[in-house]
């Protein structure tokens, strides 16, 4: 089992930053892939980003060249930096992390994006 807990939410101004950070515990040693997905109000969740334990990185489109995903060589943090922020990135934030057969999620983290 893997329990993640999301922090660095907030709300930001459009064309601000901000840092989400994802701490992992339990059976940390088994995750391979850790991600943020997002969930706006009356959206279906979606793939922000990902990172693999080798370092391969994926984005969304709507999200390339702003956010930058991390982690650290442990793999039980991982990191997403946020920049040019808009308000369509307002969304609840949400930690994962995958190993064999299991897809673990954290409470997620409210971001809002707004002047």
């Known amino acids: 089992q893997v329990q993640l807990v999301e922090s660095g939410g907030g709300l930001v101004q459009p064309g601000g930053s901000l840092r989400l950070s994802c701490a992992a515990s339990g059976s940390i040693f088994s995750i391979n892939a850790m991600g943020w997905y997002r969930q706006a109000p009356g959206k279906q969740r979606e793939l922000v980003a990902r990172i693999i334990k080798s370092g391969f990185t994926r984005y969304a489109d709507s999200v390339k060249g702003r956010f930058t995903i991390s982690r650290n060589a442990a793999m039980n943090m991982v990191y997403l930096e946020m920049n040019s922020l808009r308000p369509e990135d307002t969304a609840v934030y949400y930690c994962?992390?995958?190993?064999?057969?299991?897809?673990?999620w954290g409470q997620g983290t409210q971001l809002t994006v707004s002047s």
């Open positions: 994962t992390a995958e190993d064999i057969g299991n897809d673990y």
